[in-house]
């Protein structure tokens, strides 16, 4: 299963022809302090770049959740990572997940959907589930690819993010991800 293959069956829900890189899998993973949550929501793990450096980071007594809405990248996480809890089911499920797993709120929230790929409605959607899952100090990240950032769903998107979290902030840009990206680290 290739990722450019689910890319031209899939362009809107997967973003990107090409997976992120290791790079940014280290970015987006090293700013929480992963070892010290106890709960983790990765949504959109796609083919699991993220996910790896995840497992590599968190706690034994962590709480690990993914929701990928694909069902092929679902079985290609399932295949690489058989320990991690993976579910085919949207973003929007999140409080669902958690409730499984006996929790009624998450302390961490990483992201690689395609938020510049959304309409207005959907971005609110998922934000608004995202922010009600996370507990108050909770903290999101999520990966923009600068190329979305400007057009008006990125550009709104970030508008949301700035009205709805206490904190935003921006990484570095990463350009030799490609396409090049960089992370929003919001804090509720």
């Not at 935003?168 to 840009?173: G, H, N, P, R, Y």
């Amino acid at each position: 299963m290739s990722f450019f293959i689910q890319f031209l069956k899939h362009p809107v829900l997967t973003g990107s022809a090409v997976p992120s890189s290791k790079e940014l899998a280290e970015l987006i993973t090293d700013i929480p302090s992963l070892h010290k949550k106890n709960c983790i929501v990765e949504l959109g793990p796609g083919s699991g770049i993220f996910t790896g450096e995840i497992l590599k980071k968190l706690s034994t007594e962590s709480c690990f959740i993914c929701l990928e809405i694909n069902p092929a990248f679902v079985s290609k996480i399932e295949d690489n990572y058989p320990d991690v809890n993976i579910y085919h089911a949207s973003a929007k499920d999140i409080k669902k997940y958690l409730l499984k797993h006996n929790k009624m709120s998450t302390d961490c929230i990483i992201s690689a959907l395609p938020w510049a790929g959304f309409n207005h409605h959907l971005q609110t959607e998922i934000l608004d589930e995202i922010y009600d899952a996370l507990e108050v100090g909770g903290e999101f990240l999520t990966i923009a690819l600068l190329q979305g950032t400007f057009f008006p769903p990125g550009i709104k998107f970030k508008q949301m993010l700035k009205e709805k979290f206490r904190t935003v902030e921006k990484s570095k840009i990463l350009w030799r991800n490609f396409p090049p990206a960089f992370i929003y680290h919001c804090i509720k």
